[in-house]
């Protein structure tokens, strides 16, 4: 079957706008995580969702970054009144439970 | 989670294994070491991981010393496509789920 897909590829926006981001996890992973990657750095954890339990949201940056997920399905990633160093690649991961994180190809956002 | 120490970057030729280290001091007894790499603009891709005995897959062996104070990733025949920056993880528990906390990784360029 598919991967994990992310959507847009790439988001350019005006610094103040709001971004979502979209992720469709492998069919039947019931854990996804969002970590971010500014340029030339390494992952960020930001949140992580498993099944029916209240998210890890203890890598969020501020209150301007929620997410949320819809079952075991698409998850959406917003930040609202972004700001230029929002600017990074969103990468999207979902697993099972005894086998690695898949991740998805990312979506690279760049605030003007 | 442990933190983990890995030199920036190395080299290797085509063909021949690459030894790629990496220092996890303080590592604790339930904690796993993982290896991700991240091929140029596509999201992280999982490699293998293991608690403390020495394992293999079709893509790479591991070797984690007796006191698991460190390890060491082995890619027997390296090709280009190999060409990747690699990170070292330590987490805990034996199941993908929680974060990945990743380091800045060994760039690794193999060369003709």
């Known amino acids: 079957g598919a991967g994990v897909s992310q959507s847009p590829s790439n988001k350019v926006t005006e610094k103040g706008k709001d971004v979502e981001l979209r992720c469709d996890p492998i069919?039947?992973?019931?854990?996804l995580y969002w970590y971010r990657q500014r340029l030339g750095q390494g992952l960020e954890f930001l949140i992580y969702?498993?099944?029916?339990?209240?998210?890890?949201k203890s890598g969020l940056p501020s209150d301007r970054f929620s997410a949320e997920r819809t079952g075991e399905s698409v998850s959406t990633l917003t930040i609202q009144r972004t700001q230029q160093e929002d600017s990074a690649v969103y990468l999207c991961?979902?697993?099972?439970?005894?086998?690695?994180?898949?991740f998805g190809p990312g979506t690279r956002l760049t605030v003007l | 989670d442990a933190k983990t120490t890995q030199p920036t970057s190395m080299d290797c030729a085509e063909g021949r294994a690459a030894n790629l280290p990496c220092n996890h001091s303080?590592?604790?007894?339930?904690?796993?070491v993982y290896w991700y790499r991240q091929i140029h603009s596509q999201g992280p891709q999982y490699i293998i991981h293991?608690?403390?005995n020495n394992e293999t897959n079709e893509m790479a062996s591991l070797i984690i010393t007796e006191d698991r104070k460190s390890s060491t990733l082995i890619l027997p025949h390296a090709t280009l496509r190999d060409t990747a920056v690699y990170y070292c993880?330590?987490?805990?528990?034996?199941?993908?789920?929680?974060?990945?906390?990743f380091g800045q990784g060994t760039i690794l360029t193999v060369h003709p």
């Open positions: 991961a979902s697993s099972l439970v005894y086998n690695e994180q898949f």
């Open positions: 069919s039947g992973h019931t854990a």
């Open positions: 969702f498993q099944g029916n339990s209240a998210p890890d």
């Open positions: 303080t590592i604790s007894g339930n904690e796993y």
């Open positions: 293991g608690l403390k």
């Open positions: 993880i330590v987490k805990a528990g034996g199941t993908s789920y929680g974060k990945l906390t």
